[in-house]
């Protein structure tokens, strides 16, 4: 069974940090690129950050660059974003999302094979 399982979320207030996790079963991180989404009430689905299968490439939307960071363990097929100077902006279900193919112009996937049920990240002011 393919499965993608999100979790560390949780509420924090403004300024503070959360670790989020993105294990994988029935298939390998390092055959795939790995996408990092995060969905909020009444805003447009947004990508925020990709890694490469091999943890080679990374990529950062700008409004979390500087501020996350993405990485992946490839010995326990999980990747992981390690969010610091949370803003209550950055409240939203936070999903992660797998394909095989990579996109033209980043490491991101170009199609969603797999997704994850989501996270909720909740910042306070």
């Known amino acids: 069974e393919v499965q993608l399982v999100e979790s560390g979320g949780g509420l924090v207030q403004a300024g503070g940090s959360l670790r989020l996790s993105c294990a994988a079963s029935?298939?390998?991180?390092?055959?795939?690129?790995i996408e990092w989404v995060r969905q909020a009430p009444g805003k447009e689905r947004e990508g925020i950050s990709c890694?490469?299968?091999?943890?080679?490439?990374?990529y950062y939307a700008d409004s979390v660059k500087g501020r996350f960071t993405i990485s992946s363990d490839n010995a326990k097929n999980t990747v992981h974003l390690q969010m610091n100077s949370l803003k209550p902006e950055d409240t939203a279900v936070y999903l992660c999302?797998?394909?095989?193919?990579?996109?033209?112009?980043?490491?991101?996937?170009?199609?969603?094979?797999?997704w994850g049920q989501g996270t909720q990240v909740t910042v306070s002011s």
């Open positions: 999302a797998a394909g095989p193919q990579r996109g033209k112009y980043r490491p991101c996937p170009y199609e969603y094979d797999y």
């Open positions: 029935g298939f390998t991180f390092d055959d795939y690129y």
């Open positions: 890694i490469s299968g091999s943890g080679g490439s990374t």
